[in-house]
């Protein structure tokens, strides 16, 4: 009956212990042990116990007393510490790979990229670069003298229980066990859709301390489109991703806006990927064709072309906003949320092109005015798809935080 209770004890105190540095992590402002208290539900002898033990273990550290604007004793804000607990976030992209390493307070612990044109490429020999690519950043971290609370791998691809990719036709893969790569085994790595990381994020204190805002708050409710050679989505449900029965929710490239559009690599016809993808904005444009027209590069000659009023370049972008404004609405309508963050390579048009999609996606909406559309450009874009992995590993600290705590 004792090893019972001992059992149901330490579950009771991790659980705790979970519940308080979310607290913390969602919070705009540090807070103190009372107004954790306050927050959690929690008594303020429990609440002492667990963050006597957080301080201890250099999870957290105390801020300097701010005194009351009235009266009462001063108050001490409770920050997350850094140097103790990180995760380590993985990506496989069109165009390239690389890794990052993330602190629990937000720092950038090591991060390398490799940029590459890697369709079409064996998958053995990228995941053999990317381990040998990571090793010098776990060196970093062990020197250092970090726990790694867990990583996560960012694919442009079905994902099914965090181990098998589907399919990702942009890299030409199909029906991988990820298993089977030293690398996802050695680090336990679990595997997403890059939409679904990007999304990740973009929410404030989802595995990270971060007080500078963002374009959504930490329990917002939005959907994130990634866009790229392909597009993928996201749908955010009060702070946290919903990914559907098989991993799929949200994979809004493949979502027809023509029946009689052309012809999508995924096989349907008016794909929205068909007009605002890459490599179709590019050879709309009359840029490129084939593979010249997935080359980074020639966004760039789309985008300046647009902007000096080309005609080819501008009946492109107006016919993939039409597309845009189509899917968004169309999701909006379905899942009844009304952000929509859109990442990728349509920010590179800037906010202006994402209040003209706003626009045209407000005659579409079923619950008008009551709902009313809002477009905006991520708040994190620089390789978000990759810190999000990167949080995911962290998050699995969160989540079941004694372990490492009681190392």
């Known amino acids: 009956m004792s090893t019972l209770k001992s059992i149901n004890q330490d579950d009771l105190r991790n659980h705790n212990l979970s519940v308080v540095l979310d607290t913390i992590l969602r919070s705009q402002e540090p807070m103190s042990r009372a107004e954790l208290a306050k927050a959690t539900g929690l008594t303020r002898a429990t609440m002492s116990l667990l963050i006597s033990m957080l301080l201890r273990e250099k999870i957290l550290y105390e801020g300097s007393p701010i005194s009351a604007a009235t009266y009462g004793r001063p108050s001490t804000p409770l920050m997350i510490a850094g140097g103790r607990i990180c995760g380590i976030g993985l990506q496989i992209n069109t165009d390239g790979y690389g890794y990052m390493i993330l602190d629990l307070n937000g720092d950038v612990v090591s991060e390398r990229w490799i940029s590459a044109s890697i369709g079409h490429v064996r998958a053995e020999d990228i995941f053999s670069e990317l381990n040998r690519l990571v090793s010098e950043g776990e060196g970093l971290i062990r020197q250092r003298g970090y726990h790694v609370a867990g990583a996560g791998l960012a694919l442009p691809g079905l994902v099914t229980d965090g181990f098998c ?11 991988l066990d990820l298993r089977q790569f030293d690398l996802v085994e050695r680090l336990g790595a679990r595997a997403d859709n890059e939409a679904n990381l990007a999304a990740i994020a973009q929410i404030p204190g989802y595995a990270v301390q971060r007080v500078d805002g963002g374009v959504v708050g930490p329990s917002d409710s939005f959907l994130y489109i990634s866009t790229d050679i392909g597009i993928g989505g996201a749908v955010v449900h009060h702070g946290r991703v919903s990914s559907g029965d098989h991993g799929f929710a949200g994979e809004l490239g493949h979502v027809s806006v023509q029946m009689n559009g052309p012809i999508c690599a995924c ?3 008016g794909c929205v990927e068909a007009y605002a993808g ?12 084939g593979e010249d027209a997935v080359r980074i590069e020639a966004i760039g000659e789309v985008l300046m072309r647009w902007n000096e009023g080309d005609p080819k370049a501008v009946k492109a972008v107006d016919t993939a906003v039409d597309a845009l404004a189509s899917v968004m609405a169309s999701a909006i309508n379905m899942v009844d949320v009304d952000t929509v963050v859109l990442g990728g390579l349509w920010e590179r048009f800037g906010p202006a092109l994402a209040q003209e999609i706003e626009d045209r996606l407000q005659p579409q909406l079923l619950g008008a005015p009551v709902v009313r559309g809002h477009v905006a450009m991520p708040y994190i874009n620089d390789r978000p798809a990759l810190q999000g992995a990167a ?3 962290l998050r699995r600290f969160l989540n079941d935080p004694l372990p490492l705590i009681d190392k």
């Open 165 to 175: 990719l589907l399919t990702a036709r942009n890299l030409g893969w199909e029906q």
């Open 267 to 269: 096989g349907r016809r």
């Open 278 to 289: 890459r490599r179709a904005l590019v050879e709309s444009a009359g840029i490129a064709t």
């Open 391 to 393: 949080e995911l590993g």
